[in-house]
T-cell receptor, first 114, second 116 residues
């Protein structure tokens, strides 16, 4: 069975600094997708970034980028120039291609310090 | 496009009562999902609809749970004879079938259920 592990329950970063959130996953599949979702307090979960496993190039969305290491089954999220609005729970998710069921990690709570 | 909406946002009920939640997906999305999220955990898959057909139910969805999506539009999730263990956030998500890539799921704000 596929699993997703986020080993950092909580992280803190100073405003304007860079932080990296870790995610590892376990799968025997070769075709899959990985996502980072952000869940602000009492607000809905929104997509931050997604990565197709068949793509070697790491995905980037403005201040957010990933370090996708397929062989190591690692998918970390880097947030550059952190802003107060980045404070939230961040969830890593996996989905096998051709299916519809996300498997989520337990989340990392990010605090941004002014 | 106003996103996925859920109603109510909060529900407090007594053990043994029935509750029903509603989800309105993004209008052009034909796939709809329900997840449950407990404190300190990531969302866990409950069930999935493609149009009006319920194609999968998780083992987490006991006989007390039932979900419908009449006419492939909004969906309801009903919990009968609620138990304290049902207390959780119930999330709805929707997506659009794309044969070229996997769907990206868009989530609603959730319904927080508290069973006393």
């Amino acid at each position: 069975a596929q699993t997703v592990t986020q080993s950092q329950p909580e992280m803190s970063v100073q405003e304007a600094e860079t932080v990296t959130l870790s995610c590892t996953y376990d799968t025997s599949e070769s075709d899959y997708y990985l996502f980072w979702y952000k869940q602000p307090p009492s607000r809905q979960m929104i997509l931050v970034i997604r990565q197709e496993a068949y793509k070697q190039q790491n995905a980037t969305e403005n201040r957010f980028s990933v370090n996708f290491q397929k062989a190591a089954k690692s998918f970390s999220l880097k947030i550059s120039d952190s802003q107060l609005g980045d404070a939230a729970m961040y969830f890593c998710a996996y989905i096998r291609a051709g299916t519809y069921k996300y498997i989520f990690g337990t989340g990392t709570r990010l605090k941004v310090l002014a | 496009d106003t996103g996925v909406s859920q109603d109510p946002r909060h529900k407090i009920t007594k053990r043994g009562q029935n509750v029903t939640f509603r989800c309105d997906p993004i209008s052009e999305h034909n796939r709809l999902y329900w997840y449950r999220q407990t404190l300190g955990q990531g969302p866990e898959f409950l069930t999935y609809f493609q149009n009006e057909a319920q194609l999968e139910k998780s083992r987490l969805l006991s006989d007390r749970f039932s979900a419908e999506r009449p006419k492939g539009s909004f969906s309801t999730l009903e919990i009968q004879r609620t138990e304290q263990g049902d207390s959780a956030m119930y999330l709805c998500a929707s997506s659009s079938l794309d044969s070229l890539t996997v769907d990206t799921q868009y989530f609603g704000p959730g319904t927080r259920l508290t069973v006393l």
